[in-house]
């Protein structure tokens, strides 16, 4: 990346830098070799044309092409929506050229040693960064069942005693486990069975209403074998009084949870999901590209992490499948990326309408735009994994999960994957939070400055400090996360919420 006067130009074969800060026309940019005026106004996070671009050629940015012209472009001319025009199409056909990159490739240093966290060692091996109660409902019917249980519980049960902490107990509200039928359903009792295995809750108290088509008795054949201590069951039309019995086994709940104490355990044992929404021209130059950093350091240390939003990989999807550790994993990323296409297409609407509004107005301009600055979040890391939707992470190294980019439904896929937390990008910002701690960083200064009661990180600093000293930052909050010692905004705030992946029919 090179920052000159206000632009930057993030590979020497860009044909566009991006504002740091508001243009006016008429400005003059120092560039290596020349001077270059600006013909138009360029807001901070758009683009400006470094040469003269013609009719029909490939614009290049991250070293890539993110569109052709749709008329010849000056040099020092805003390169937006009215002149640029995507590449992408529903067909696309990929080779297996491998090129697996580490991040000591990139320039990175190997870790000497592997920082140690704090965390909760479950009976199955694997390690839980809190130590929550979550209420499941079976069914959307007995949402409010469970919120008002788990309400209370929070309430009456968390905590820290002689006998140990609970970190908070939460109702995962959803409005399916009936009226769905075949892909849709299998989906739904698959994504809330993960839930109930997630190691950052040490108890699951599951409320089932009776006559919905996710039964508790079909739910537990989902869930397979578990400890009985571990998880309970209320079924609502098979007792009297709900709330009484619900209460009474969240307290049996509690005093098995709070068994659990924080015990020092290597930092390789971490899953991280990553996540951008609310993108702007800066999200793949500072926070997504702060975050490749971040995953190449955890992958390298023997962790794991996530890359998700798959219709977001369009256009960048052969970078990832260069970097697939073998040939069969090549192969299951193009059937990853080309299942979801086809799910476009099955519903007619177009692989490439993606950026949003808020995108646009933030300098992003097509989808390969997008997801050039996207994939950022998967650093230089060798694929060493692909997902299916509901599929939880069993091995090291990035992992690629099938999912959408929906803010919601993309971080409750994570969390069903196993992610102890997700590192969020965000450039015009947003409040969401997933069921494990989602910590918001901002690609820019002023939104982190201005919306402080949702950003954790503020990755705009790239700009004026050292790239490495920010890592270093960033890499300790991520540990006092895992560690317990810090909470992110969204746990601050109670933001936290699920959504389940829907694509058939609501009887």
Known sequence: MQAQHNIVQITPEDTVAVAIINLAAGSRIQLRDRELTL?????????????DIAKGEKIIKYGYPIGAAKDAIDAGDHVHVHNLRTLLSEEARY??????MTS???????????????TYRRENGKIGIRNEIWVIPTVGCVNVTAESLASWADKTLSGTDNNGPIDGVYAWKHPYGCSQMGDDHATTRKILADLVHHPNTAAVLVVGLGCENNTVEEFKR????YNENRIRFLVTQHVPDEVGEGRRLLEELAAFAKQYRREPTPASELIIGMKCGGSDGFSGITANALVGRVCDTI???GGSAILTEVPEMFGAEQMLMDRCANRELFDKTVKLINNFKRYYTSHNQVVYENPSPGNKAGG???LEDKSLGCVQKGGHATVRGVLAYGERVSETGLQLLEGPGNDIVSTTAMTAAGAHLILFTTGR???LGAPVPTMKISSNSELANRKSGWIDFDAGRLFTEDAGSVLAELMQMIYSIASGTLKTKNEENGY???????DGVTL
Do not use: S
Request: glycine share 8%; proline share 11%; net charge negative.
């Open 39 to 51: 013909l138009a106004d360029i807001p901070a996070g758009h683009k400006v044309a470094l040469r």
């Open 95 to 100: 080779t297996y050229t491998p090129n697996p």
């Open 104 to 118: 000591h490739a990139a320039g990175a240093q190997p870790a000497t040693e592997i920082p140690t966290i704090m």
């Open 222 to 225: 989902e869930i397979g074998e």
């Open 299 to 301: 992958t390298d240390l």
């Open 364 to 366: 992003i301009t097509t």
């Open 429 to 431: 910002g947003t409040p």
């Open 496 to 502: 936290r919420e699920i959504a389940i992946f829907k």
